[in-house]
């Protein structure tokens, strides 16, 4: 199983919504698919169902069946992390829920993070608790990719969330604050990198450990205006810019030479209009609307466009990340 996390310290520019259509589009491709809610806002969970399922998921606190539930023997003090039980959302998505009170983690992992150099036992299983908590429940689902949706900050749960990943998508606009978000991004996670191979230098414990991997696979640029399918001039110049920044500052290999949104742009969304409120009334994606939920005429063929975007996005990623061809290419939904 690869390990891929959505992240973006910025918040607001439709990382929840990525993670969530990328969950329902990779099984179109034979994938089997974990999403994980390590949001503490828990939006990816509160995506997939109704506020009364929510409730009961939530109200039970059964271990293991939200992200919490997994790490709250850690929290306690009592133990280490419970077995994970992810909820079956289809034959081929699984899903470990978010949980609004996952806040509760930030000052256990913050804590932690400098007594794992000590070789701290307790700290370390801490600070892999996601990583094991993401094995554990990709065995029991059976996937071979997990998506992680995590929060938009630079937080002790973020970084304990981010070691759990092989790879690492940044969600993007077209504007300034998502280039100044990628001066921040890029080299907190270079540091958080490097101080986890120290780590693991020092580090002699009976349990697995991540490898701190968080390969930068590339970005996304979301909900950019069109214009006779190209952007609208206001936001052309952010565009030509990004490459730049994202090669100087998340890769750290500088800004010299000439470059093209083709080195790392692993695809480009549009703005799908009124097809999001649909989706999310009816609890599905917006490639998935029917004439039954409103979709029909020109709306009809927005939802053949998100398809086709959705699924060019999933092929680039799958071929980026090196998931091996699937024998089972599905062209109907999971």
Not at 302 to 314: G, K, P, S, T, Y
């Amino acid at each position: 199983m690869i390990t891929i996390a959505l992240f973006n310290n910025l918040g607001g520019v439709g990382k929840t919504t990525l993670a969530y259509h990328l969950a329902h589009m990779f099984p179109r491709l034979g994938y089997s698919i974990l999403a994980v809610d390590l949001d503490p806002q828990a939006n990816l969970t509160s995506a997939f169902f109704e506020d009364d399922t929510l409730e009961r998921v939530w109200d039970e606190e059964v271990f293991g069946q939200t992200v919490l539930t997994c790490v709250q023997p850690i929290l306690d003090g009592t133990g280490d992390i419970a077995a994970a039980s992810p909820l079956r959302i289809s034959p081929r998505i699984c899903l470990l829920c978010g949980d609004l009170g996952l806040s509760q983690f930030e000052d256990k992992l913050s804590e932690s993070w400098p007594k794992g150099f000590a070789n701290d036992q307790a700290a370390l299983r801490a600070t892999s608790a996601f990583y094991r908590m993401i094995q554990d429940a990709g065995k029991t689902a059976s996937a071979d990719v997990a998506i992680l949706d995590v929060g938009p900050n630079l937080g002790a749960i973020n970084r304990s969330a981010l070691l759990a990943a092989d790879f690492l998508i940044i969600p993007l606009a077209a504007d300034l604050f998502s280039l100044q978000g990628l001066k921040n991004l890029g080299p907190a996670v270079r540091h958080w990198r490097r101080l986890w191979t120290e780590m693991l230098e020092k580090a002699k414990v009976s349990f697995p450990l991540p490898a701190g991997r968080m390969e930068p696979l590339g970005y996304v640029m979301l909900q950019h205006a069109v214009r006779a399918d190209r952007p609208a001039k206001g936001y052309d110049r952010w565009l030509q810019r990004v490459p730049g920044i994202y090669r100087e500052f998340v890769l750290g290999e500088g800004a010299q030479g000439s470059l093209t949104t083709e080195n790392y742009c692993l695809g480009t969304l549009r703005n799908y209009g009124s097809l999001m409120p649909m989706a999310q009334e009816a609890r599905k994606p917006m490639f998935d609307l029917s004439p039954a939920d409103g979709a029909i005429g020109s709306h009809a063929q927005l939802v053949r466009v998100c398809e086709r975007d959705f699924r060019q996005l999933a092929e680039a990623i799958a071929l980026a990340s090196g998931l091996s061809a699937s024998s089972e290419m599905a062209a109907s939904p999971e």
